[in-house]
């Protein structure tokens, strides 16, 4: 009787806890719509993203697209080269009248192609 019991207040417990965790994500998704997100929290999840999909892209591509002479340059050229292009393509975007987006800036997408890059090189074959 006593693990009836228990099974009971354990599962309700369990359905509680997880239905907590489900309703704080929830909300974390819908605050940074109320309000505009930290800079640092806006970089630290883009530092995230493109390590995630650098990553992804190793199960695409397993091999290293650049010859080991350069790898070295690629990882300090291709980031800036994409900040940059990031930088473009927001300056395109203001002058169309469009809102930015953080990733627009030279910093955040440099950040993000800098996450992927890193991720490539360690583990890139």
Do not use: C, K
């Amino acid at each position: 009787m006593i693990e009836f019991i228990f099974e009971l207040l354990g599962e309700f417990l369990l359905q509680v806890i997880v239905e907590a965790f489900i309703e704080i994500g929830f909300h974390s998704f819908a605050e940074p719509l109320r309000r505009p997100p930290n800079p640092w929290l806006a970089a630290i999840a883009l530092i995230l993203l493109g390590a995630i999909l650098g990553g992804l892209s190793l199960l695409v591509f397993p091999n290293n697209l650049v010859p080991q002479a350069w790898r070295v340059f690629n990882l300090i050229a291709t980031p800036i080269a994409v900040g940059a292009a990031m930088t473009i393509i927001g300056a395109w975007r203001a002058s169309s009248g469009q809102s930015l987006l953080r990733i627009d800036r030279f910093s955040y997408g440099y950040l993000f192609a800098l996450s992927i890059a890193l991720v490539r090189f360690n583990f890139a074959v």
